[in-house]
């Protein structure tokens, strides 16, 4: 269990308190202690594991808080909050996913307007009813229904980041099982979506039984939705989730299959997806006489291919094809030229150009974040604090700025193995200028330009804000280049095409935002950015040290977007990233 899902858990504790009306003070206490565990350096299941006293040196930590933290990661669960869960309805825990709307406005809507279903909240918002309530507008009722829309898209779906470890820690569990000889993860969590709707594991079995009753039978499981010979899906307890909106309150599902080893490699294609992969697979097989399914590769009767993967790719002609870019983009063409990519994969990052400290709204001071970089390995780092448009998380002006970069300047020089630029992430404003003067940009080793708000201008007005900004001589790359929330807010609206050859002209750098709720360039933009030989940045943007390791789910969307490390710039040495810059 890690310290962010231990702190997710306390933090959702506060939340669903708050709603309830519990006392201030209690409900403080909780959202303190989550953000102290948020930002602890040490894992919290090491220190229980050596001595579960330890836990009260944690500042802020008491005797109370401190059992519950054990009591936490010796049972997955905490008991409070599945007490509260109790009390109060799903569906009014998901209102919290919608942006703008917090505990205390939740509270109101529950308490007061008794309203218990994501359907009452529509049609209360439609009606009016809400903007009644003192502290509600009518603008209010207009962001809580596309707030709604937002979430029905998003569905029931889960975040890869959130599901892949689970599902990883289940296939190693099955893999350890005596009469299990292979598995590997099938579906969009093998293809490495940014979010998943279920999960998919395949098992190579002579006796499937026992792969089934093991998960049948496991902890997480909390029903057996479907039992066959050869296939069953269960439904999990909804577990400790930090990202997806939803709260904890996702059951995930999965799908498990067990095959005979022969037949491994047919199954693990198929059912690897996408399904518009599979009708192209399909229709290959079938121009040259075959027949392709689940099964394996049939020439009439005859097995042609089935046990390994690359062997069914080889009869229909093409060479295996990773898994990330099989979506019936360009794969197949790619294929046939022999020219699929080599992805890029993260030891082979070198640097990380997007993060905040305490000077804003970061958890973490200088040289913390410095020495976490250079635990990661990272032999390069800008730090790039907001400017001062985000009064929210404190953003710079031009003298505090300055004051940083100095800081800045001197605690670098402690470090010799990592070269740390002074950068800045500076708002492009709504009326397309720059937060912060020229004179000020042009001392900066580093400047990401970013838009945070007004995102719901015209598609002309934002696109002439982004040009604006990478006309700019000063300005390096663009930051989360489309605003986008994934499950909370879809991103603003641009002409891709006006930026990209801006872009490309200018000779400005294009960010692949690796936290999992941005995503941002997703992966057609990325693939179209690289066509024009924009250079990409993967960032973690990371707002405390742990903000750092979010690195890989930026590196997966860079290889669904089929690049290579030549088209990711900080796969460049820190020598090599300077002379990049302009
Ligand atoms: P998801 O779960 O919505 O994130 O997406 P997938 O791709 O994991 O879809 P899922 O779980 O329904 O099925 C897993 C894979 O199994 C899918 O990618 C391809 C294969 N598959 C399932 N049903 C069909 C089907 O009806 N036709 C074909 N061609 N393939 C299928
Ligand atoms: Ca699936
Ligand atoms: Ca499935």
């Known amino acids: 269990m890690t310290n962010a ?295 009439g009767e005859e097995v042609v291919a089935s046990v390994e993967e690359k062997d069914i790719y080889a009869a229909i002609d093409l060479p295996w094809i990773p898994p990330e870019i099989r979506q019936d983009r360009n794969e197949f063409h790619l294929a046939e030229a022999g020219e699929i990519p080599d992805l890029v994969e993260l030891g082979q990052i070198r640097g990380d150009l997007h993060m905040h400290t305490t000077a804003t709204d970061g958890r973490a001071t200088i040289e913390e974040m410095i020495e976490a970089a250079i635990e990661r390995k990272l032999k390069y780092i800008a730090i790039t604090d907001h400017s001062k448009r985000v009064t929210m998380a404190n953003g710079l002006d031009a003298t505090r700025l300055r004051a940083h970069w100095e800081n800045i300047r001197s605690i670098r020089e402690q470090y010799p193995e990592i070269e740390v630029l002074c950068g800045i992430e500076c708002d492009i404003l709504e009326d397309a200028t720059l937060d912060l003067d020229d004179e000020v940009l042009a001392e900066a080793d580093f400047v990401i330009a970013v838009l945070h708000y007004g995102l719901k201008q015209p598609k002309d007005q934002i696109t002439k804000r982004l040009l604006n900004a990478i006309k700019n001589p000063h300005v390096h790359m663009i930051g989360h280049l489309t605003g986008r929330l994934l499950g909370k807010r879809p991103g603003a609206e641009i002409s891709f095409e006006d930026v990209f050859k801006a872009a490309a002209d200018h000779g400005v750098l294009m960010e692949i935002n690796a936290h999992p709720s941005r995503l941002d360039l997703n992966e057609i933009h990325a693939a179209q950015a690289k066509e024009l030989g924009i250079p990409i940045v993967i960032n973690t943007d990371a707002h405390s040290t742990t903000g750092l390791d979010v690195m890989q789910w930026g590196i997966y969307q860079a290889r669904r977007a089929g690049l290579s490390a030549k088209d990711v710039a900080n796969t460049l040495t820190a020598k090599q990233f300077r002379k990049l810059l302009r």
């Open 5 to 299: 899902a231990i702190a997710g858990m306390f933090s959702d504790l506060a939340d669903l308190l708050e709603i309830e009306g519990a006392n201030a003070f209690r409900i403080r206490a909780y959202r303190n202690a989550s953000r102290t565990l948020d930002s602890l350096t040490d894992s919290l299941e090491a220190i229980v594991a050596e001595d579960p006293g330890k836990l009260m040196q944690i500042p802020g930590i008491g005797k109370d808080l401190a059992l519950k933290i054990q009591l936490t990661i010796e049972t997955g669960q905490l008991e409070q909050l599945e007490q509260m869960k109790e009390k109060i309805p799903p569906d009014v825990v998901r209102m919290l996913c919608i942006p703008g709307i917090g505990p205390k406005k939740v509270a109101v809507l529950f308490r007061k307007l008794h309203l218990t279903t994501l359907d009452q909240l529509k049609h209360a918002a439609q009606t009016g009813a809400i903007s009644q309530q003192k502290g509600f507008a009518k603008k209010t009722e207009q962001i809580i229904l596309e707030g709604l829309e937002h979430l029905e898209q998003m569905g029931l779906r889960m975040f890869l980041a959130d599901a892949k470890p689970f599902v990883d820690q289940m296939v190693q569990e099955l893999a350890g099982l005596t009469g299990v000889d292979r598995v590997c993860l099938a579906g969009s969590v093998r293809r490495l979506k940014e979010t998943v709707g279920d999960l998919d594991i395949l098992v190579a079995a002579s006796a499937p039984d026992q792969a089934m009753d093991y998960l049948a039978n496991h902890p997480q499981t909390d029903k057996v939705l479907a039992r066959g010979e050869t296939k069953q899906r269960v439904r999990f307890h909804p577990f400790a989730r930090t990202i997806t909106p939803g709260g904890s309150q996702v059951a995930m599902e999965m799908d498990l299959r067990v095959v005979p080893e022969e037949s491994f490699g047919a199954a693990l294609q198929y059912f690897t997806g996408s399904k518009e992969h599979n009708i192209e697979t399909r229709k290959r097989a079938s121009q040259r006489g075959f027949k392709l399914n689940e099964y394996g590769l049939f020439r």
